[in-house]
């Protein structure tokens, strides 16, 4: 403050200098013209000496005034800023009490609909009591006993039975109509149950019957087929003997088939301890020996002969031929040797007379012989 007002002091004394000194000037001039202007110059001199130290203390007083003025203007911005802080604070706080109060004038709306919809569940209960029990709804008055313990176990009792209710779930209101369908499906199943009971004591005892029936028919058929097989066997290899046996279970449905065979000159063993070419004739005996129980129309042999030396598959031709005569089948044999090949009746093969052309032939031999013989019987 001392800084800021020792600058416009001496700027009023400058400047009060200056109109002195051009005063004096003018007052020299005046002075030189006459005497009484010198004396009223004279006076307006005395005047103007005194007018730089009248100017500084009205200056300072202006400074004093200045400073008064911003000090009152920092209260009153200060005062102003508190009463627009406590003016927001009343608006929050009016905006506060009128959300409250629209809440709470909703919960009253609320509560006096739920007041309502109480009174008209109660007319319904009561009307329902009434209907329903024949008596007055009214609340009875209370136990002679009624007392805080009494009410404390009530409350407790009451508590209890609110946790029962939430642990059974929602009310069903349907649990009667569904029980009485439920007993319904209950009837029906024990009433199935009870048939298919029955019937599995009738399916039991036809099972029973079949597997009667079925180990005297395999005991049957397994007699003529060991029988067949041991002809056939003994014609297949010029000798020996072979014969089957069930092994494994004293049940004949339950048990296996075992071959025990012996070749001329050789001994008794199982059919796994056979050579490749026994192998091959055993399992065609076997073979024969089920066809001749039960004949097919058509059987299929795949290279059956392929093992076996051109003795053996004489023998084969022959048994085969017979079997054609006996049973009645066609036999369909897939073969490259040259000697089944000769015995058959007709024979089907593909050949390839250009490269990547496939050709399908057909030869009845019978007929083919006929044709060959025929220049020759012409001839004779």
Not at 132 to 159: I, V, Y
Not at 161 to 170: A, D
Not at 234 to 239: E, S, T
Request: hydrophobic share 40%.
């Amino acid at each position: 403050a001392s800084t800021t007002s020792s600058a416009p002091s001496s700027a009023a004394a400058t400047v009060g200098q200056r109109v002195t000194a051009a005063a004096r000037r003018s007052l020299v001039q005046d002075a030189s013209t006459s005497p009484a202007s010198r004396s009223v110059a004279q006076a307006e001199h005395a005047a103007l000496l005194a007018a730089p130290d009248a100017i500084a203390a009205r200056h300072a007083q202006a400074l004093d005034a200045l400073e008064t003025t911003e000090a009152t203007h920092r209260r009153a911005a200060e005062a102003l800023q508190q009463a627009e802080s406590e003016a927001s604070s009343a608006d929050h706080a009016a905006r506060a009490i009128e959300s409250t109060l629209a809440a709470a004038r909703e919960r009253a709306v609320r509560l006096e609909g739920e007041l309502t919809q109480a009174d008209q569940a109660w007319g319904t209960v009561a009307e329902r009591i009434l209907e329903r029990l024949g008596a007055d709804p009214a609340l009875p008055d209370p136990p002679a006993g009624h007392g805080p313990e009494l009410e404390e176990k009530a409350r407790r009792r009451m508590e209890r039975l609110q946790r029962e209710r939430e642990e059974m779930g929602p009310v069903n209101l349907r649990a009667e109509v569904e029980a009485e369908e439920i007993g319904k499906q209950i009837d029906t199943i024990v009433r199935e149950r009870e048939e298919l009971t029955t019937a599995i004591a009738k399916l039991r005892g036809s099972i029973g019957n079949l597997n009667r029936e079925g180990r005297e028919r395999l005991a049957a058929v397994f007699e003529q087929v060991d029988k067949h097989f041991q002809a056939l066997f003994a014609r297949m290899f010029g000798g020996g003997r072979a014969h089957l046996a069930l092994v494994g279970s004293d049940d004949p449905l339950q048990a296996g088939l075992e071959i025990y065979a012996q070749p001329p000159g050789k001994k008794l063993a199982t059919l796994s301890l056979l050579s490749g070419g026994e192998q091959a004739l055993t399992a065609l005996s076997l073979i024969f020996a089920v066809f001749r129980c039960n004949p097919a129309p058509v059987c299929v042999l795949d290279e059956v002969d392929a093992p076996l030396d051109d003795a053996n598959v004489d023998r084969f031709c022959t048994l085969l031929e017979d079997m054609v005569r006996e049973t009645g089948t066609r036999f369909l044999v897939v073969t490259h040797h040259h000697l089944t090949m000769a015995r058959m009746d007709r024979l089907y093969g593909v050949t390839m007379q250009e490269r990547g052309v496939s050709r399908l032939l057909s030869v009845d031999l019978q007929r083919a012989a006929e044709m060959v013989d025929a220049p020759r019987m012409a001839a004779e």
